[in-house]
C-alpha cells in the first residue's frame, strides 16, 4: 500500500476487559507524538501468508477505531467485538501484527478553564478517555457514560444502564439537563450512537452549551475518496456535506443538520 500514512505495527499488549470489550496496545513514539484525541486509526489485522486460513477470515475493510490512550508512543485502542472486522481484530495476540492508516480525522478541540461535561455511550467511551487525560489540569470535568447493560459501562462519574444492571436506570440523557444545571455546565464533549448524539444536540441548543460531538458514521474507504461518510453541516440557509472521516469525526454540534442525517 502506498499510503504514507499506512504501517504494521507489532502488538506489545492485549488487555481482556469485561464482556466483548477488549483493548490492543501498540508502540510507536513518532506515532504516538502525531496523534491527539478524537482522531481514530483505520486498523485492520494482518492476514498471515504463513498461515493462509487466516487470509480468508479476515475482512478486506479496515476499521475506523479510535485512539483510546497515547501515553507517549504507547498506543491503545479499546475495541468492541461486533462483527467480522472486530472479531478478526479480538483474536490478535501479542507478537502479532496489525495494519494501520492514519492518524485520521481532525480530533476535539481542546479548552482551557471551563467547566465541562463529557457524555458517552457504549463504544463512545475510548476517545473520551484520551481526551479527558489531556484536558484535566486545566479544566473542571463532569464524565457521563450509559449502556445497554452492565457490560457496557467504565469507570466514569455517573454510570446509567438500559436494563439497570449498573448505576442508574435510563438512558445516559435523562439526567441530562439538570447535569448541566448543578455543575454549571459551559462546554460538551459527546461521543456514542447517533439517537444519543441528536439527543444531547437538542438538550445543548436549548441550554446554550458549547458542544462538540464525534460523530458514528458507517466508513468505507476511512481516508476522504468514497464519499460514503458525509453528513450535512452548516445551517438551513448555507450548508454542505463534510466526510465525516477527513473534516470530522468531530463537529460542532449546533451545525450538524441533524433533520437530515
Ligand atoms: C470515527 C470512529 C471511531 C470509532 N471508534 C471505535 C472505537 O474506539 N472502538 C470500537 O470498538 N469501535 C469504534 N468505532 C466503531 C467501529 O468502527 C465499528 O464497530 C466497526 O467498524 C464494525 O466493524 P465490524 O466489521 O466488526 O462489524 P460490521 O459488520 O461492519 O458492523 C456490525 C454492526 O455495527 C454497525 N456499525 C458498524 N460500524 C458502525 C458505525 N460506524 N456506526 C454505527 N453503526 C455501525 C453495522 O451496521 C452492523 O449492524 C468507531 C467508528 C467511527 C466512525
Ligand atoms: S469513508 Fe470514504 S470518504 Fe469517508
Not at 485512539?67 to 472486530?86: A, C, E, L, S
Request: aromatic share 10%.
Amino acid at each position: 500500500m502506498d499510503n504514507p500514512l499506512y504501517r504494521q505495527r507489532a502488538i506489545q499488549l492485549r488487555e481482556e476487559l469485561v464482556s466483548d470489550y477488549f483493548i490492543l496496545w501498540i508502540w510507536d513514539e513518532a506515532l504516538g507524538a502525531t496523534g491527539k484525541p478524537g482522531q481514530f486509526y483505520e486498523i485492520r489485522a494482518l492476514s498471515s501468508m504463513a498461515n493462509p486460513q487466516t487470509v480468508h477470515a479476515i475482512p478486506k475493510l479496515f476499521k475506523p477505531i479510535s485512539i483510546y490512550d497515547n501515553q507517549g508512543g504507547r498506543i491503545g485502542f479499546m475495541i468492541k467485538k461486533v462483527g467480522p472486522g472486530t472479531k478478526a481484530l479480538s483474536r490478535l495476540r501479542a507478537g502479532d501484527t496489525l495494519e494501520l492508516i492514519g492518524p485520521c480525522g481532525n480530533g476535539f478541540p481542546l479548552v482551557t478553564g471551563k467547566r465541562i461535561l463529557l457524555l458517552s455511550g457504549g463504544i463512545g467511551y475510548p476517545p473520551l478517555w484520551y481526551l479527558q487525560k489531556e484536558l484535566i489540569n486545566h479544566n473542571q470535568i463532569y464524565w457521563m457514560h450509559g449502556g445497554a447493560t452492565g457490560g457496557d459501562v467504565f469507570p466514569c462519574d455517573e454510570i446509567w444502564t438500559e436494563d439497570g444492571s449498573i448505576g442508574r436506570k435510563g438512558r445516559v440523557c435523562d439526567n441530562l439537563r439538570q447535569n448541566i444545571l448543578e455543575y454549571n455546565i459551559d462546554t460538551m464533549y459527546s461521543c456514542g450512537p447517533q439517537g444519543l448524539l441528536k439527543n444531547a444536540s437538542q438538550i445543548s441548543a436549548e441550554m446554550q452549551i458549547l458542544h462538540y460531538c464525534s460523530l458514528e458514521a458507517y466508513m468505507a474507504c476511512g481516508i476522504g475518496v468514497c464519499h460514503g461518510c458525509a453528513v450535512p453541516i452548516g445551517s438551513k440557509e448555507d450548508w454542505n456535506y463534510r466526510r465525516v472521516c477527513k473534516e470530522g469525526p468531530v463537529f460542532n454540534s449546533a451545525e450538524v443538520m441533524w433533520e437530515l442525517i
